[in-house]
């Protein structure tokens, strides 16, 4: 779930983990005990209702890709298989730590 315009690049050294049409750097890791997200694994579909209300203004155009409420709906994923295996990568990540 990416509800953003904003991007960043990744330190020099780290590996991408995540990507995307709209936003090239979506996760990372960098070195074996960090690693970085900038998309939303825990969004429920009443968190996304309120993102629809409270901050529709994030939506934009970023780069070519249109990220707006249509896009969002059309490209929905099953929300509680993304927390399942997001939740199945922290607990891998932590246990191998």
């Given amino acids: 779930m990416h509800w953003h315009g904003d991007t960043f690049t990744i330190p020099d050294g780290a ?7 709209a936003c090239k750097n979506q996760a990372f890791l960098y070195g074996t005990n960090i690693v970085a997200f900038q998309f939303h694994p825990e ?3 009443k ?3 309120n993102f629809l209300i409270h901050a529709k203004e994030d939506l934009q155009l970023t780069g070519t890709y249109i990220q707006n409420e ?12 993304i927390r399942r295996q997001f939740t199945a990568f922290l ?7």
């Fill in 15 to 21: 590996v991408v983990l995540a990507s995307s049409e």
């Fill in 43 to 45: 969004v429920t579909e």
């Fill in 47 to 49: 968190i996304f209702q």
């Fill in 70 to 81: 249509e896009t969002m709906h059309a490209k929905m994923p099953d929300l509680s298989e």
């Fill in 91 to 97: 607990n891998a990540f932590s246990l191998s730590r």
